[in-house]
């Protein structure tokens, strides 16, 4: 199985053989732009900038680590992916990835809605001043508290995870007077090729009620029977970084069989598909995502060939890109600390983050790419392992890489590609506080979150 589809299984301190890893590039000193955020370019001293900005002054100002987005990007990719699916689809930025109050208003001035997870993400939204119309929530487990509260506020749709939830939801609903709105999350038995933990629509697994054994119907029929509930479609996730769409077309095929049954039923045609999100980005020169107008003009054809086979009108289409607008938008900057050769084997570039701040790689076995950003350089490449700072043998940023044998401590590196599920799934591991994200556009830069101090970290120890 190749490095780029995550394989399973820890491999923390591992050697490679010689000749598993790539041959090195042919210019270490080049910043592919399919990895790197869109205004990221090197200036005539060769010091990397973003939105015109060298990360020398960057660093200096802001220290490291630090998570640099290029806001410019992030507007970009939502616009792209709003124009792709126009006005008669809706498309739902999966908050999971990164969410912050600067992002959620991005997301409003570019027309995107949200989805949320938890009452925390709730709580964001609300606080920049989201329409709770616009807003999705997802989860397997959510409270009373966090169900009544969504409801309170009057969220466009709660997705339902169970058949407790579904219970649940309608009785919170009922008790407040109102009548939600909901999807029900199915589980298709569709494979995604990815990591095991990033696979969501196979049946051994948390999310969702299974297709399988009339499951997911019984649920509709529950649902459909509850005064608080207004059903409005079906929800399918099938997992995440994934690069092509056969994944979608079986999804869609065996959703729209749900949707086929559910009007022969019950004599209603239930107006909305979701297919989720999880469509893969380039972390390394080798990936092939496809754009957003690809996407969905593959998505919105599977769905209309499917419909029109079961002679249905086509719902709507919901998508959820999180990690494909924002993943690409941002680097996180490091600085080398020491450097440590292994003959025979390869050198040990230790940075001032770490698992605590990109806990993928570890986690997933996430492949990265990274670059010397604060100079260029015209030595030899040599075969290195970025590694954190932190008391773990796994903690490591990039498993394998090459920068130039000149590499000396005190230089800036950067991994492009950060953007998603890297602050968002940050900790404070060895107590180390957790880097900023500093938004840069058109040569400004400005904290759109704050760097953690140690004060932060000892608020919550009472002793």
Known sequence: MS????????RHADVLPEGHYSAPPADLNALDPKVWAQTVARDED???????????????????????????????????????????ADVFYAGKAFLSRAVVRWLDEEGLNLDVCSGGELATALSAGLDPDRIAYHGNNKSEQEIRRAIEVGVGRIVLDSFQEIVRVAHIAQSLGKRQRVQIRVTVGVEAHTHEFIATAHEDQKFGIPLAGGRAAEAVRRALQLDGLELIGIHSHIGSQIFDTSGFEVAAHRVVGLLKDIRDEHGVELPEIDLGGGLGIAYTSDDDPREPHEIAKALNEIVSRECDAARLRTPRIS?????????????????????????????????????SDNIRTALYDAAYSVALVSRSSDAEPMLVRVVGKHCESGDIVVRDAFLPADLAPGDLIAVPATGAYCRSMASNYNHVPR???????????????????????LRLDVG
């Open 319 to 355: 998508v959820e890109p999180g990690r494909a607008i924002v993943g690409p938008t941002a680097f996180t900057l490091y600085e080398v600390g020491t450097i440590k050769p292994l003959e025979g084997l390869r050198t040990y570039v230790s940075v001032d983050g770490g698992m």
């Open 46 to 88: 060769g010091v990397a900038t973003v939105g015109g900005l060298p990360v020398t002054r960057l660093a200096e100002e802001f220290g490291t680590p630090a998570y640099l987005l290029d806001e410019v990007d992030f507007r970009a990719r939502a616009r792209a992916w709003r124009t792709a699916f126009g006005h008669d």
């Open 3 to 10: 490095r780029s589809a995550h394989p399973a299984g820890p």
């Open 435 to 457: 880097p900023p994200v500093v938004a840069v556009s058109d040569g400004a830069a400005r904290v759109i979150v704050r760097r953690e101090t140690e004060e932060d970290v």
